[in-house]
């Protein structure tokens, strides 16, 4: 299998202004975090990411917050597949269940490195709309059916 990019295909779209603005509301937060170490800051973002991962944004603060924004700023809507920000949304559970649990075992310095990469991640996204997940999508994709071929 070639490497090039591919993303997760989804029957579903959202609109990718309001995922970027959730990706810059995920920035700002995780700032907050490394100038604070405020941990609840962190748990906030992983629930989050559990309701947008797990599709269900109506239940997701930052999902309703960045609708919100768009509507009032009046931003006019550019639907995407679904699938890569739900993808997305997973790997952000997982950078922010890791930095949970690295802070909390008191794993200061990798908690903080941790989180400064998904915050890289989120500005890509919020700023370029460069989507790192599906970046690694294929590498993820080869390794998970590779495993279920052999």
């Known amino acids: 299998m070639k490497n090039y990019a591919f993303c997760p295909v989804s029957p579903k779209v959202v609109n990718e202004r309001v995922a970027r603005l959730n990706a810059t509301f995920t920035v700002l937060i995780i700032a907050l975090f490394l100038y604070t170490s405020n941990i609840f800051l962190i748990g906030f973002l992983a629930v989050d ?4 991962g797990a599709d ?4 997701s603060p930052l999902a309703i917050t960045s609708k919100g924004f768009a509507r009032t700023f009046d931003l006019r809507p550019q639907m ?3 699938g890569p ?6 790997i952000g559970l997982v950078f922010s269940v890791a930095v949970f649990l690295l802070n909390m075992a008191g794993f200061g310095v990798a ?3 941790t ?3 998904l915050g890289l991640f989120s500005f890509l996204e919020a700023a370029f709309g460069f989507c790192v997940a599906c970046k690694i999508y294929p590498f993820v994709y080869q390794l998970y059916f590779n495993e279920k071929r052999n």
């Open 49 to 52: 990411f559990l309701f947008r």
């Open 56 to 59: 269900r944004p109506k239940f």
């Open 80 to 82: 995407i597949n679904a």
């Open 85 to 90: 920000k739900l993808f997305a949304a997973r």
């Open 111 to 113: 908690s903080m490195v």
């Open 115 to 117: 989180a400064s990469v």
